[in-house]
């Protein structure tokens, strides 16, 4: 029934005008930013060969490697008018590897991915709008931060959160947010553990100390439910900060507070820290950074883990740069470390590292090639969870 729930939530907030879990809350660095927004409607065609070093995530010496294909389809759609912005993405692709591996059912796997945001301006004081995300994949996301840290099994993570702006004067503004996160794996096995709905309910008020920095205090009532554990529970966060302008091409946020949550399953947890900052930063029209970090409660890998708990420190940078008109590339960079509080039972601390490269070439007026380059490495108190992966492709994409 949770699962039902989800899905129509995520349907309907997708497809009627209108924070949640995972890095897409903090600083709105949610950004859809796959494909080219200089036209208001663009498709995408894509395919590529590639090689994984170490499909089943399996600890050394026991590695599975394999050579692949992919393809994929995408648009993306950008309009509106002076009061009502929409920018909607989509991508859907397929990966077949030549060589099935033990670790894994099935030789192919699918991917698919949809963006949607919109904002509309009620009146001079009253502005709404609607964030919202699905994606349906097998890979753990770090940007995002919601899956398992390893690759388990085919899976639906979905967000959205609706929110309403209103100006009091021309300094106090307040921001209210209704938001629903969920995910939901294929397996039997991972579902047990990881399955869950999360609704969060935030108030904002904020305050323009001057042009370039507002202070911002928050609060935000939170309900977690797993659809088979018994890992469910409330949550209270009270948060203060600021967002700044450094300068007209730097931008930042920052929440510091505390965490509070009460399990179904055991007494209240206590107050414990919250943090969460971002960072923007647009060096030129060519080049620009991108930062989140989030230190907090996370709530995947804890029923496999025996832990009451999980304390993650998670951060990111993502640059973009062109070279020329013709020729673009990508970089990320991602860290994540978790604590596992397991009680009577043996520390556990797991932490991992991941580094994504990517080159577009443009050859003709709508086709690229390109070539990417990924690398994982995630440590662990507990040797059969360590590996070490290795991803190198090349193909090429044409837009209409």
């Known amino acids: 029934m949770k699962k039902l729930t989800f899905l129509i939530t995520t349907l309907l907030s997708m497809t ?65 008018s002076r009061t009502t912005h929409v920018d909607l993405n989509a991508r859907l692709s397929t990966l077949y590897y030549f060589d099935q591996p033990d670790a894994q059912g099935n030789d192919n796997f699918q991917t698919g991915r949809l963006g949607l945001k919109i904002h509309h301006k009620v009146n001079p ?17 770090d940007a995002i931060g919601a899956s398992a ?25 307040t921001v209210t947010r209704y938001s629903v996160t969920g995910i939901d794996y294929e397996g039997e096995l991972e579902s047990v553990g990881e399955d869950r709905f999360s609704q969060t309910f935030s108030q904002e008020v904020r305050y323009v100390l001057d042009r370039l920095t507002s202070l911002v205090g928050e609060y935000r009532r939170a309900n977690t439910d797993y659809d088979v554990v018994n890992l469910d529970y409330d949550a209270n966060y009270l948060l203060a900060g600021a967002d700044h302008k450094f300068s007209d091409n730097v931008s930042g946020t920052l929440r510091l507070g505390g965490e509070n949550r009460d399990y179904d399953s055991n ?84 932490y991992g590292v991941s580094l994504n490269l990517g080159l577009n070439y443009r ?28 991803r190198l492709w090349a193909g090429l994409s044409v837009t209409f």
Do not use: C
């Open 149 to 173: 840290s390893r690759r388990l099994d085919q899976y639906s993570y979905g967000y959205n959160s609706t929110w309403l702006s209103r100006s009091w004067s021309r300094r106090l503004s």
């Open 267 to 350: 007494d209240d947890d206590g107050w414990n820290p919250y943090a969460e900052a971002s960072l923007r930063y647009e060096l030129s029209d060519r080049t620009n950074l991108v930062w989140f970090t989030r230190y907090g409660y996370e709530d995947s890998e804890v029923f496999y883990h025996l832990s009451n708990s999980r304390s993650t420190f998670r951060t990111a940078l993502n640059a973009n740069h062109s070279f020329s008109d013709d020729l673009r590339g990508k970089a990320g960079l991602s860290y994540h470390s978790s604590d596992y509080d397991r009680g009577v039972l043996s520390e556990l601390t797991e």
């Open 16 to 80: 009627i005008f209108v924070n949640g879990q995972g890095l897409l809350s903090v600083g709105q660095s949610g950004s859809f930013e796959d494909f080219e927004t200089q036209l208001p409607f663009t498709a995408t065609i894509t395919g590529d060969v590639g090689f994984d070093s170490n499909v089943g995530n399996r600890p050394d010496g026991f590695e599975e490697e394999s050579g692949y294909v992919r393809g994929g389809v995408g648009a993306a759609y950008a309009g509106g």
């Open 125 to 141: 004081t009253i502005t709404i709008g609607n964030n919202a995300y699905w994606s349906h994949e097998i890979e753990p996301d």
């Open 363 to 390: 050859v003709m007026s709508n086709t690229d090639v390109n070539l990417g380059y990924t690398i994982t490495h995630h440590a662990s108190d507990s040797a059969f969870r360590e590996f070490d992966r290795h």
